[in-house]
């Protein structure tokens, strides 16, 4: 059971930050998740005394006993947003209650202690202030932050979930996601592999998800194809996500995402759209999408653009679909004027470039 506290962190600045040279060299070409800022913040948990140690670290390796949990069980869960350098030079966060709250409904199915959302705030807080200098100023580009748990008791027994765990927050600077502009991708359906089953963990954001994908995501490639979509375990017959993101499907002026029936992820891009809609003067809708009405929309032109949407690159336009025995293409395979309008609308609020009615953009400093 979480014990609820109000945590007070000690900060201990690193005596190795990179200088200011070799951080500009960096944020130059920074990839994506490939360089870290100086710092992380660590949280530890025990059961009967809560949340503790509260701290800002020097960034650096984690020593964990070959036993502990994590590594054998799985147990383990995370987040992903970013925090944006705005037109105005403040830095902010885009929904990150959202994400605390969604780290709090994946804790809750994977049998590990909820964070005040209140900490969970404030541990970014900390460290996008003192890694400031880690936010880039490039358009397009931002620091995207990982936090996470982990299950760190130590013993190999199953028979109960882990009584501690480490909560984590790293930083990298992020390039932007397309290089060149906006570019379809195109896709792989997978039957031979599920991503997740009703009852399982399909919406919670947990690593043994993304794991899991990876033999179909080989096999997409494989195909010749950018990324797998996922369809429903039991017939194979409903789309559910692609990759790590979710999908829109654009039927003239409405938008249609599959429903969240709990297998499939519940992204906050994703919710946000659906939002974003009203505003733009299209109706959304939240429903089962079999792989026949897509084609069949396709070839008929009722179905003009997909695209998926998530942290990493808001959206991204889909170009054409295969799968076993069967491909097509969407519209003339770019990307369409609703898939970049609702693109524009999202970056343009995250950014600070366009206004932010729903209260979304978190200042931090």
């Not at 003192?130 to 100023?137: G, H, I, M, N, S």
């Not at 938008?255 to 969240?260: K, R």
């Not at 025995?325 to 366009?354: C, F, H, K, N």
């Amino acid at each position: 059971m979480t014990i609820a506290q109000k945590l007070s962190f000690d900060v201990q600045l690193s005596d190795h930050a990179r200088t200011a040279a070799e951080r500009e060299q960096v944020l130059t070409n920074p990839g994506f998740g490939q360089t870290f800022t100086d710092h992380m913040v660590v949280i530890d948990y025990t059961d009967g005394r809560g949340w503790h140690d509260a701290r800002l670290v020097p960034y650096g390796p984690l020593s964990l006993d070959p036993a502990t949990s994590v590594l054998h069980y799985a147990q383990e869960l995370f987040e992903g947003l970013k925090a944006y350098r705005q037109v105005n030079g403040s830095i902010v966060a885009f929904r990150p209650y959202a994400n605390a709250a969604r780290l709090n409904r994946s804790a809750a199915r994977m049998a590990m202690p909820e964070l005040p959302e209140e900490t969970f705030v404030e541990s970014l807080e900390l460290l996008v202030q003192t890694d400031r200098e880690w936010v880039p100023t490039t358009e397009g580009h931002s620091l995207y932050l990982r936090p996470f748990l982990i299950a760190t008791q130590v013993g190999l027994g199953v028979n109960y979930p882990s009584r501690t765990y480490s909560y984590i927050v790293i930083a990298s600077p992020a390039a932007s996601y397309f290089s060149g502009g906006v570019k379809p991708v195109s896709v792989w359906l997978s039957t031979e592999y599920t991503r997740a089953a009703p009852g399982g963990t399909g919406f919670a954001k947990c690593g043994g998800n993304y794991a899991a994908a990876f033999v179909a995501q080989r096999q997409a490639v494989e195909n010749g194809c950018d990324q797998v979509v996922w369809l429903d375990a039991q017939a194979h017959e409903y789309v559910e996500e692609m990759g790590g993101m979710n999908l829109f499907f654009v039927f003239g002026d409405e938008l249609v995402t599959p429903a969240l029936t709990g297998t499939l992820l519940p992204g906050i891009t994703r919710e946000s759209i659906l939002t974003l809609a009203a505003d733009l003067g299209l109706e959304a809708e939240e429903r089962l999408v079999s792989v026949e009405e897509w084609q069949a929309g396709c070839e008929s032109g009722e179905l003009t653009e997909v695209f998926a949407c998530g942290t990493a690159a808001v959206v991204t336009p889909v170009g054409s679909v295969k799968g076993a025995g069967r491909a097509w293409t969407i519209g003339d395979g770019t990307p369409g004027p609703v898939t970049m309008r609702v693109r524009e609308e999202l970056v343009g609020i995250q950014y600070g470039s366009r206004p932010d009615p729903h209260g979304w953009v978190h200042k931090i400093c």
